[in-house]
């Protein structure tokens, strides 16, 4: 599928509605019709206050699934469960026109919980691709003023992911981690031709895929003393490459607008999506347990797959794997948390307040150039939810703002506002009785 320059201009207006509250992709992006669509956040509440950052992080009170050694640092009196959901207005822009839409989803839910000492599991359900777009482009068919063609562009769907993991801290002060995740989703898009003169024929084709498979993550954490007052933790991460089992097809439908005699021919490439091996590297700095700052950096290897391709050829058509269409991606993340006193009486020194930024690359090419980079940055907080049987809950709120680029294509301001409450109970505290 060929990304015109001409999107914005010629947007239609159902593609950039409101969504409704609970969305099924999660995003209105047209550079979502590329590759598996747009990589989720894949981070919970507290992470995306400081924009994602968390791979050295060991939180005992709320769970960091994006480095599962971390699943060792869970307080051993407490079942955590968290919940989160987003909504985010997206201003697009191109040749000086500019379109809005509005999307809300649900992002995550996740529990975690302590088995024995030092050794913690957890558990839950998060997004891995969104997929969801819709617009139109229309233009004089070469040069003839009496005819318009026109091709709309949709998709919907994604990728979603159920995981467990675990984490043991086996010797003091280093931890190891692994999740074991169920990939599955259906990825849908079309590009439908039509004329305004009835005579000509049309041409529409159907790219379909389902994903059905695993992915499996590792991490390792260790976390050493500087002196009484400072620590530092060292994360790192590694994710499995391989295939998903997905045999995705393209079908090819030429109609006879004269004799509505419809011509179809579909096309299968067997087992031809995957997922990249990628490595995460992070350090995290600890001071007093009031001030945390950190850095992440992970390379996702895109660059050695490949994705299945519609192509002709000396008029000889293919839907076939492409080795061009993927490119490394690289991303950058700092930020930190600030909390004066967690354990304190009084409610503003138990707020968390925290901030991130990040850089990030494209994962994929259009018409062979890379695509938009990524910039963004986050402003958070951890509100203590105080009532007569729980002080140790947070509400986790954020704003992030994501500007995507790329020279002579479309550009996206996102601005996001993340709600996310982690739930901590005591179930596993012995109460004693008079």
Request: include cysteine.
């Amino acid at each position: 599928m060929v990304f015109y320059k001409k999107i914005i201009s010629t947007v239609t207006l159902g593609s950039l509605c409101v969504a409704p509250a609970i969305a099924q992709s999660g995003t209105n992006s047209p550079y979502s019709q590329y590759g598996l669509g747009q990589l989720s956040e894949q981070t919970s509440g507290f992470n995306r206050g400081m924009n994602g950052l968390g791979l050295g992080f060991r939180e005992h009170n709320q769970i960091n699934y994006i480095n599962p050694a971390s699943y060792s640092a869970i307080d051993s009196l407490t079942f955590i469960f968290d919940a989160g959901l987003s909504g985010q207005i997206t201003n697009f822009s191109e040749n000086g026109q500019k379109k809005n839409a509005n999307n809300a989803d649900f992002e995550y839910a996740v529990a975690g919980f302590r088995v024995a000492k030092h050794l913690g599991v957890s558990f839950g359900v998060i997004p891995f691709t969104n997929v969801g777009y819709n617009y139109s482009i229309s233009d004089y068919l070469d040069g003839n003023k009496n005819t318009i063609y026109t091709n709309t562009y949709d998709g919907s769907g994604g990728i979603h992911q159920v995981y467990f993991g675990a984490g043991w801290e086996f010797v003091k002060g280093l931890s190891v981690g692994a999740n074991v995740s169920y990939l599955w989703g259906d990825i849908d898009r079309s590009v439908v031709n039509s004329y305004s003169d009835g005579y000509i024929n049309t041409l529409s084709k159907y790219y379909t895929a389902t994903v059905s498979s695993y992915k499996l993550d590792f991490g390792l954490q260790y976390e050493f003393n500087l002196n009484k007052r400072n620590s530092l933790t060292l994360g790192l991460t590694y994710g499995l490459g391989h295939k998903l089992n997905a045999d995705p097809t393209c079908m090819i439908i030429s109609m006879n607008t004269t004799t509505a005699v419809a011509d179809t021919t579909s096309y299968t490439v067997n087992n031809g999506l995957e997922i990249p091996t990628s490595l995460g590297g992070g350090l995290a700095w600890n001071h007093r347990n009031k001030l945390k700052l950190g850095a992440d950096f992970t390379y996702q290897k895109w660059g050695d797959t490949k994705f299945p391709v519609y192509s002709v050829n000396n008029d000889v058509p293919s839907y076939s794997l492409n080795d061009k269409y993927y490119s490394d991606r690289y991303k950058v993340t700092f930020g930190g948390e600030f909390c004066n006193n967690e354990l304190s009486r009084n409610f503003f020194d138990r707020i968390r307040f925290r901030a991130g930024a990040s850089y990030a690359s494209s994962y994929y090419k259009v018409n062979g150039l890379d695509g938009p980079d990524e910039v963004s940055v986050s402003v958070g907080f951890g509100i203590p939810i105080v009532n007569s049987y729980n002080n140790r809950s947070i509400l986790n709120i954020s704003g992030q703002w994501v500007h995507s680029a790329a020279e002579g294509l479309l550009t996206e301001n996102t601005f996001r506002i993340n709600i996310g409450i982690t739930f901590n109970e005591r179930w596993f505290m012995k109460w004693k009785v008079d």
